[in-house]
């Protein structure tokens, strides 16, 4: 496993419960290990994966899916 890491801007407003929600599901994307926010900067969401079992552009896309607004920072 080579674990690694990337940021991801989330373009909407979400309240607490969207926000729980969405941390929840894309931790349970395969080959995600986690993923938080914090409280101050609600819009930025750091995703922790294991970069031999998925990629940024697929956690994304998991993303936009969900019809999240979103986009990835410094890739």
Same mark, same amino acid.
């Given at each position: ?9 989330? *373009?909407?407003?979400? *309240?607490?419960?969207? +926000? ?23 819009? +930025?969401?750091?995703? *922790? ?13 998991? +993303? ?12």
């Amino acid at each position: 496993m080579h674990t690694s890491d990337v940021l991801i801007h989330i *373009d909407d407003s979400l *309240d607490d419960a969207a +926000l729980t929600g969405l941390l929840r599901e894309t931790g349970e994307h395969p080959g995600v290990i986690g993923a938080c926010v914090n409280e101050r900067a609600r819009h +930025l969401m750091v995703v *922790d994966f294991d970069a031999e079992a998925t990629k940024p552009s697929t956690i994304l896309h998991s +993303l936009r899916q969900r019809g999240i607004g979103s986009e990835l920072i410094g890739l």
